[in-house]
Structure formats: C-alpha cells, structure tokens
C-alpha cells in the first residue's frame, strides 16, 4: 500500500448545518474487503440536495463526505481482496456503483437481478463517505472496471456514468422499438434519456420539454426530433398527429406530473425518474380515465452499469459535463439549490 498518512480535504454533511462543510479528515485505509480509489472526478447529482434538505436529519448522526458519482483508479486492496475479487487490481481504472448493494445470493433483491434495489448499506456519498475528497474506501464489490482508457472514457464521463446515465438507462429499460416517447426535464439524467431513448432503444419519435431555452437546445443537439417548453406541448402533438407512448417526467414535481399524464396516450405508459418533490398528489381520476401504467424507478444495477460503459464507449450515449474543482464544491452544491446548473457539473480533486 503506498504510504497515505495524513490528512485530505473532503466536503461534507454535518448535523444541523445548511450547506456543505469543508473539512480535513484523514487519508481512509481499506477493510480487508475494499480498495482505497484515487478520486479523479465526482458527479454532483440533484438528489445530493434533496437528501441533504430532508433525509439526513432524520437518518444519520456521524458527519461523512458526499458524492455518490465517481470515477477513479485503485491505489491499495485490503488484505482480503487478492482472493475474493481476483478481477480487481492496482491501477485499474473504475467507477463506484455508488448504490452499494450487498450482492448477496440470499437478498431477496439482490438475487433477483435487482440490486439497485439493495438497503442493506447506505450508498456511497448518501449516509457514508463517498466521492467529494481526493481519496475514497470502497467495498470491492461496489468498482466496476471502466475497460476503456482516460482517453476514451474521460473520468467525467465515466463519473455521470454511475448514475446520471445509469439512472436513465434503468428507468427505460422496457421501452419498445417505434415508440413516441417525451421526456420532460432534460437537464443531468433527461438528457442522456433522450439519447437513450433514440439511439439505444430505438424510439420512432423523441419529444423534450423543458423550461430552459439552452437545454431544449441541447435536447436537440443531442437527438432529440422535437423540443418544446410545456405550453406548447399540446400544439405540438396536434399538429404533427403525435401520440405519447411512453412519458418520462425527470423532474417529479406536481407540475411535471400533470404535464405526463395529460400529454400520454390512454393505455400509456408514465415512468417518474426524477425526485423534485418528496411527496406529489396523484390525480387519480384522470389516471383512471386514461387506464395510465404509472411506474417508478430508482437508480441502476452492477450490471447495467456495465452496460452504459460500453455504451458510451460506444459513443451511443454522449454524456454532457462540465469540470469544476474540487474546491468549488460548496459553491456548486448552492448554485444547483438555485436550480443555476445547466446539466451535470463533475468535480475535479486537485484541478
């Protein structure tokens, strides 16, 4: 193990405190299970906020660093993963499956192919230390070999792989050839989802609503065949004789949920992505009267995740980022609470 004593910079949920925290904790050493990972780049993600606003509080007690994306290369292995995880090495390029599953064969989730699914440990970054510091223990299980070189996969990308691209990937896991498919919200994951929709699954027509003139440009960039703000969703449909199948809403608010269900045909399908809002009323009666599949999505699997690398090797799913440092987490984190990000800003240890 290359000798890391001392202290490192991370940034940080405290109890009671209303932002960030930078604080000096000290260089972790592996368990016998985990390797210790050189940060090269962390996603900062919207539900770093929405965790940080209304779960920590109530569920966890000890300060630890944020940052459930991240993307980096093993510096050490404990004692115990020469044996158990002979695939994992030093110098090896990774990324962390920041949901941090137990993979057990005899968890009822995980041995059924649905290990984001997984409580038995808090993610990474979301209750116990993650991505937001240049250095970062991890359970051998939880890295997933980039099998790319920086170059072609740089550290941003394979960072917003984790979750921003593996989020969306999960959640439009069933869509059919030749469908319609409109996704509302096109910022950190609606983005990588109008790509996925059209060039992965092959969707027939992909609509991209959006507030924010910049991103329905990017939608299209990106491409999308329509993008609209939401007022001018209807006129849209109408005039091109377009029909919903599938509505993505990656915002989840009462707003954006009223938008996917009015605009989705009857006997569509309403996947809910985003977590915008913690608690949303269902109209039930409209629902009803469309007979709407409404379902909901959480996260990726290891495995998926290893499907979106290839993907994006592939360039089939271009993710967008923008590189800040590391020491500018703090001003991110409260420029995204403003809703002044634009897509999904990486943070870079020692930039």
């Not at 929405?50 to 920590?56: E, G, H, I, K, S």
């Not at 849209?236 to 029909?243: D, F, K, Q, R």
Request: net charge negative; with cysteine.
């Amino acid at each position: 193990m290359p000798n890391l004593e001392g202290e490192m910079v991370a940034y940080r949920w405290f109890p009671g405190a209303k932002t960030l925290t930078k604080a000096k904790v000290a260089i972790p050493e592996p368990a016998d299970d985990e390797v210790l990972v050189k940060v090269l780049a962390a996603g900062m993600c919207h539900s770093d906020m929405l965790y940080y606003d209304v779960a920590f509080e109530h569920t966890r007690t000890e300060p630890f660093t944020m940052g459930h994306e991240g993307a980096g290369v093993v510096i050490a292995l404990g004692k115990h993963v020469p044996s158990s995880f002979p695939d994992v090495h030093v110098n090896q390029y990774v990324v962390i499956h920041g949901r941090n599953p137990c993979l057990s064969t005899t968890c009822p989730v995980c041995s059924t192919n649905a290990d984001n699914l997984c409580t038995q440990y808090y993610p990474y970054g979301l209750g116990i230390d993650g991505c937001y510091a240049p250095y970062v223990t991890v359970a051998a299980r939880a890295v997933v070999p980039v099998n790319a070189t920086e170059d072609i996969i740089p550290p941003p990308l394979a960072a917003v792989s984790t979750d921003a691209v593996l989020t969306s990937y999960h959640a439009l896991k069933d869509l059919r050839v030749g469908e319609i498919v409109l996704v509302v919200g096109v910022g950190g994951l609606g983005i990588n989802a109008v790509q996925i929709a059209k060039y992965v699954r092959n969707a027939k027509v992909v609509i991209a609503s959006d507030t924010r003139d910049i991103m329905l440009r990017k939608a299209l960039e990106v491409g999308a065949d329509y993008a609209v703000k939401p007022h001018e969703l209807q006129h849209l449909l109408s005039s091109n004789n377009l029909s919903i199948d599938t509505a993505c809403d990656f915002v989840g608010s009462a707003t954006s949920f009223r938008s996917v269900l009015e605009h989705v045909r009857s006997r569509g399908t309403i996947i809910v992505v985003g977590l915008g809002e913690v608690v949303v009323e269902l109209p039930l009666v409209s629902a009803a009267k469309k007979e709407v599949t409404i379902k909901t999505s959480m996260w990726g699997t290891k495995k998926e995740l290893a499907e979106v690398l290839a993907l994006v090797k592939e360039k089939k799913i271009t993710p967008l980022t923008e590189t800040k440092p590391l020491d500018q987490a703090i001003e991110v984190f409260e420029n995204m609470r403003l809703s002044k990000l634009q897509g999904r800003v990486v943070l870079i240890p020692g930039q």
